[in-house]
């Protein structure tokens, strides 16, 4: 037998698993968003925008706090997807990453209180990324997805 180019099973350089497509949704795309968001964790992580010729304080820090989040979007105009399909709505997003102060704050806080979810209209008023307090019609629509999901949406 020649060279199997990657075919034969026992091959030990055979063929990688084709790449999982990553959905990816950044907090722009959910500018006036009604978002219902699970906090899954809360961490301290290296900061690559730290520099250490700089002295350090609260834009140059060493370490930044970051959190991981489950999203469902309710309702909103989201961008198509990286290969260009409509992402349709209720739309989850598992494990996203933010490192956005504010988000990362009133998540911990959040935490904190036992809150297993929190549901918000994803707002920016200044230069920071806010979760605003939903209205009577938010609730309404948060209420129908979660009856008509199973007790956990990211499982």
Not at 38 to 43: A, K, L, R, S
Not at 59 to 73: D, G, H, W
Not at 120 to 125: K, L, Q
Not at 135 to 144: M, P
Request: hydrophobic share 35%.
């Amino acid at each position: 037998g020649g060279p199997t180019n990657g075919t034969d099973a026992g091959d030990p350089f055979a063929a990688p698993p084709a790449p999982t497509k990553v959905d990816r949704v950044k907090w722009g795309d959910l500018l006036n968003a009604v978002v219902l968001i699970t906090p899954v964790t809360t961490e301290w992580t290296d900061n690559g925008f730290y520099k250490p010729e700089e002295p350090e304080g609260p834009k140059n820090r060493k370490q930044t706090k970051r959190a991981t989040i489950n999203v469902v979007v309710l309702k909103g105009n989201l961008p198509p997807d990286e290969n260009g399909e409509d992402r349709e709505l209720p739309h989850v997003v598992t494990d996203m990453y933010t490192s956005a102060y504010s988000v990362v704050g009133q998540v911990e806080s959040a935490q904190k209180k036992g809150q297993k979810m929190i549901l918000a209209r994803v707002t920016r008023p200044e230069k920071s990324w806010i979760l605003a307090d939903p209205t009577e019609s938010d609730k309404k629509l948060a209420r129908a997805y979660l009856t008509a999901t199973p007790a956990d949406p990211f499982a």
